[in-house]
């Protein structure tokens, strides 16, 4: 049973890969520009799945966190700063504010760290808002420039999206390394039983806030791709909005599952492109494919997937597939 | 004999209800103490208290002479007091194996070793040497959820064992477990004590495991000790008869 759902998800795996390395063959830039959107807001949605799906604390300030890695690397590129230390101090900064975020914050369960987390969110929104000797304010920073890899320009909308693309692999694979690592058990015991956990010697306060660091930062990550993937931030993008969309990106895809995210964030991000035609209605029909959804499989897309491959009797609703394997 | 555990006056009130009311008692060094007592005597509390999963409302507890009320169970554990729960406590979702190795992987290195170190943190070989122990060995690779309750008891005890701690205290170990598999779990139990110098603390309901088990009985009655002793002086206590009886 395991050999064929490994078959499955590999063909599946080879697929996607195929798809999204031919796939600029295929669109117009504005496409281009869509598929690459997916990519940096899949990274986002990764690093709210370690928070929510494996260590279980529910997040709304991801949006936050992805201004903040944008913000930092918007300004630094504009004052002439390289791509690279710029990225990789959003990335920090953001997995730092995540932690002191946390430190107190995790000390609340479920609604009341989602308040917390809300009332944070809408506090750097109202910053980038603010403080436009820092910010721009509403007018926002423009002309931020696209990275350059060894003298090799990334402006173009092909090579950018190759690069987006080749983050959310490296992303990914570290991502893997740790939940496959001694961590991602960790992660699973203080989510599936906390108090058994903490007796076995697990010090779930201090998982719970890497998790919840590590989550942040690659929100930071996405942000630090983001800002040269749009070129123009302002502090829209990343009020609540954006957050509540990546933890339904989270949740839509299958909370806990490795792929659950990219899954999402198709969701998310492409199917309201596809769904264009529809003009006014399809807010409409997409809320209510999503309601349908969480109704009829509250495990999300991949825990629907799950459900067919696997035979009912044996069917665990695995958040830890990937772990336990 | 050295005491491992000092308990000195412990108490425990929720609100007007009081479930521990300063209790007293020490555990020696090596021996097997079983703690009995009807329904609500205060017995699962006080193991609470005694390891941090609740802060006890006044009393010390000490190991080995430190003082250790009200540390975190995780820190606790660390310094080798491992538990089993009244009510079945294993990771449904992890395999058998995987189970085992959380058990002792926090006891080694550090946060970062185990970030990049080996998926088995090192373990995996004294993880299958603890399945084989228990005889759940030919369960290894499935999810624990999976398993038989019995099995997985076996495996909760297991789990107990697997950081090799100097002191375990057991909640109910033979609750819901059939005949033959308890003879099997108090063999597995009486041979680590012997052969690791473990010592042990149970509550248990089952009165023929506690006396073929334990050396010395506590007997909990609205949370006082009423009795304490080997175990043909506990079971003819005029005491206990009454407390178990009935009023």
């Given at each position: 049973m395991r050999r064929r759902k490994t078959v499955v998800a590999g063909m599946a795996l080879a697929l996607s890969a195929a798809?999204?390395?031919?796939?600029?063959?295929?669109?117009?830039?504005?496409?281009?520009?869509?598929?690459?959107?997916?990519?940096?807001?899949?990274?986002?949605?990764?690093?709210?799945?370690?928070?929510?799906?494996?260590?279980?604390?529910?997040?709304?300030a991801q949006a936050a966190f992805?201004?903040?890695?944008?913000?930092?690397?918007?300004?630094?590129?504009?004052?002439?700063?390289?791509?690279?230390?710029?990225?990789?101090?959003?990335?920090?900064?953001?997995?730092?504010?995540?932690?002191?975020?946390?430190?107190?914050?995790?000390?609340?369960?479920?609604?009341?760290?989602?308040?917390?987390?809300?009332?944070?969110?809408?506090?750097?929104?109202?910053?980038?808002?603010?403080?436009?000797?820092?910010?721009?304010?509403?007018?926002?920073?423009?002309?931020?420039?696209?990275?350059?890899?060894?003298?090799?320009?990334?402006?173009?909308?092909?090579?950018?999206?190759?690069?987006?693309?080749?983050?959310?692999?490296?992303?990914?694979?570290?991502?893997?390394?740790?939940?496959?690592?001694?961590?991602?058990?960790?992660?699973?015991?203080?989510?599936?039983?906390?108090?058994?956990?903490?007796?076995?010697?697990?010090?779930?306060?201090?998982?719970?806030?890497?998790?919840?660091?590590?989550?942040?930062?690659?929100?930071?990550?996405?942000?630090?791709?983001?800002?040269?993937?749009?070129?123009?931030?302002?502090?829209?993008?990343?009020?609540?909005?954006?957050?509540?969309?990546?933890?339904?990106?989270?949740?839509?895809?299958?909370?806990?599952?490795?792929?659950?995210?990219?899954?999402?964030?198709?969701?998310?991000?492409?199917l309201p492109e596809w769904l264009r035609f529809a003009q006014g209605y399809y807010l409409m029909g997409y809320a209510m494919l999503v309601i349908v959804l969480m109704v009829f499989c509250p495990t999300g897309l991949l825990g629907l997937a799950d459900r067919l491959v696997t035979p009912a009797a044996k069917a665990v609703p695995a958040a830890a597939r990937e772990v336990a394997a | 004999?050295?005491?491992?555990?000092?308990?000195?006056?412990?108490?425990?009130?929720?609100?007007?209800?009081?479930?521990?009311?300063?209790?007293?008692?020490?555990?020696?060094?090596?021996?097997?103490?079983?703690?009995?007592?009807?329904?609500?005597?205060?017995?699962?509390?006080?193991?609470?208290?005694?390891?941090?999963?609740?802060?006890?409302?006044?009393?010390?507890?000490?190991?080995?002479?430190?003082?250790?009320?009200?540390m975190r169970p995780c820190d606790l554990n660390r310094l080798g007091v491992s538990r089993t729960f009244q009510l079945l406590q294993v990771f449904p979702q992890l395999s058998v194996r995987d189970n085992l190795i959380l058990a002792g992987q926090e006891h080694r290195g550090s946060m970062l070793s185990r970030l990049v170190g080996p998926r088995d943190a090192g373990l995996a070989p004294a993880a299958d040497k603890m399945l084989a122990f228990f005889r759940l060995d030919h369960l290894a690779d499935e999810l624990a959820g999976g398993l038989s309750y019995g099995q997985q008891k076996l495996l909760d005890a297991a789990m107990a064992f697997m950081a090799g701690p100097r002191l375990a205290l057991l909640d109910e170990p033979a609750g819901g477990v059939n005949p033959t598999m308890l003879t099997s779990l108090r063999d597995r139990l009486k041979a680590i004590n012997a052969e690791q110098g473990a010592t042990f603390v149970v509550i248990e309901h089952n009165m023929d495991f506690v006396m073929a088990l334990c050396s010395r009985i506590l007997v909990l009655a609205e949370g006082r000790i009423i009795a304490e002793g080997d175990p043909a002086h506990v079971r003819s206590d005029a005491k206990v008869i009454e407390a178990y009886l009935g009023h």
């Open positions: 798809f999204l390395l031919v796939a600029p063959f295929l669109f117009k830039p504005y496409g281009i520009f869509i598929l690459s959107t997916w990519a940096v807001m899949t990274i986002a949605a990764i690093g709210l799945n370690l928070t929510l799906g494996y260590a279980g604390q529910v997040s709304l992805v201004g903040i890695g944008a913000y930092i690397t918007a300004l630094l590129t504009t004052k002439g700063w390289p791509f690279w230390p710029a990225c990789a101090l959003a990335g920090v900064a953001c997995f730092v504010t995540g932690w002191a975020l946390g430190y107190p914050a995790l000390r609340l369960q479920h609604h009341y760290l989602a308040f917390v987390t809300l009332a944070f969110n809408t506090l750097v929104y109202l910053v980038f808002r603010n403080e436009e000797w820092l910010t721009g304010g509403i007018y926002g920073i423009s002309n931020v420039p696209r990275p350059s890899l060894a003298g090799w320009s990334m402006n173009g909308a092909h090579a950018f999206y190759y690069f987006c693309l080749a983050a959310l692999a490296l992303v990914s694979l570290a991502t893997w390394c740790l939940i496959r690592s001694p961590w991602g058990r960790a992660f699973v015991a203080l989510r599936e039983n906390p108090m058994r956990a903490l007796s076995l010697g697990v010090d779930t306060r201090r998982y719970t806030l890497m998790a919840f660091a590590l989550g942040a930062g690659l929100g930071g990550i996405s942000g630090a791709l983001y800002a040269p993937l749009v070129q123009f931030i302002d502090p829209t993008p990343f009020a609540l909005g954006l957050s509540l969309n990546l933890l339904l990106m989270v949740v839509v895809g299958g909370s806990g599952y490795f792929f659950g995210p990219f899954l999402g964030a198709i969701v998310a991000v492409l | 004999m050295s005491a491992v555990l000092e308990v000195r006056d412990l108490r425990k009130s929720f609100g007007g209800i009081v479930a521990v009311d300063g209790v007293s008692f020490d555990v020696n060094q090596g021996e097997i103490l079983g703690i009995i007592g009807p329904n609500g005597s205060g017995k699962s509390t006080l193991f609470n208290c005694i390891l941090g999963q609740l802060r006890p409302s006044a009393g010390r507890v000490h190991l080995d002479g430190r003082a250790v009320t009200g």
